[in-house]
């Protein structure tokens, strides 16, 4: 999708190894935001960040970290994959508030945790 | 936790018929958004409708919201097989993020 590149679009990995997944943007977004889609669950929020080194958690973050170090970089680590991590992950950015704006996604990365 | 359901979970129309999908919500918002999600694919924002407003267009979208029953619905007119793909809505109950439904898969046959 124009403006928000997401890397690798597809891995596979093995449990208890970390893992990281990039979010990166061209459109000096401020808001940056990780989901991931299950099937029966929607998206969930994981975390999301809303400046250089200001993030937050959501819904569920256990067992993931995020640094964002530059407005147009933000990363999402596993810090040991297990199976019920095994998902396609979303990243989403913002302009402003979601109350204002709405959100333009990346076009995700298929995990698979065996 | 999911803020908005959509219904039906599933829908499975002829081209050139209209597609209604429909949102419910639990608390109260500022706006609710419309994404569409193609296969394989992100989610692509169709429609933003505040909450002072209760209907917009956009094309052959029609949304509308009413707050007083907590609910939201699209209508897609003369629907294309092109529309099939997934919908969802998704509100700003949380502050500065959105929450998905679950979505509605719409199918539509040539």
């Known amino acids: 999708d124009a403006g928000i590149t997401q890397s690798p679009r597809h891995k596979v990995t093995e449990t208890g190894t970390p893992v990281t997944l990039r979010c990166h943007q061209t459109e000096n977004h401020r808001y940056m935001y990780w989901y991931r889609q299950d099937p029966g669950h929607g998206l969930r929020l994981i975390h999301y960040s809303y400046g250089v080194k200001d993030t937050d958690k959501g819904e569920v973050s256990d067992g993931y970290s995020v640094s964002r170090s530059k407005t147009e970089d933000f990363l999402l680590t596993l810090e040991s994959a297990t199976s019920s991590q095994t998902s396609v992950y979303f990243c989403a950015i913002s302009e402003g508030t979601a109350w204002d704006y709405g959100y333009t996604f990346g076009s995700g990365t298929r995990l698979t945790v065996v | 936790s999911q803020q908005g359901e959509e219904d039906p979970q599933a829908l499975s129309i002829q081209e050139g018929e209209n597609a209604t999908m429909n949102c419910s919500y639990k608390?109260?918002?500022?706006?609710l958004q419309w994404y569409r999600q193609n296969s394989g694919r992100g989610l692509v924002h169709l429609i933003l409708i505040r909450s002072n407003e209760r209907e917009k267009h956009s094309g052959r979208l029609r949304v509308t919201l009413d707050t007083s029953k907590k609910s939201s619905s699209l209508l897609i007119t003369a629907s294309r097989a092109a529309d099939t793909a997934s919908y969802f809505c998704a509100t700003d109950d949380a502050g500065n993020m959105l929450t998905f439904g679950g979505g509605t898969r719409l199918m539509v046959k040539p």
């Open positions: 608390t109260s918002i500022n706006n």
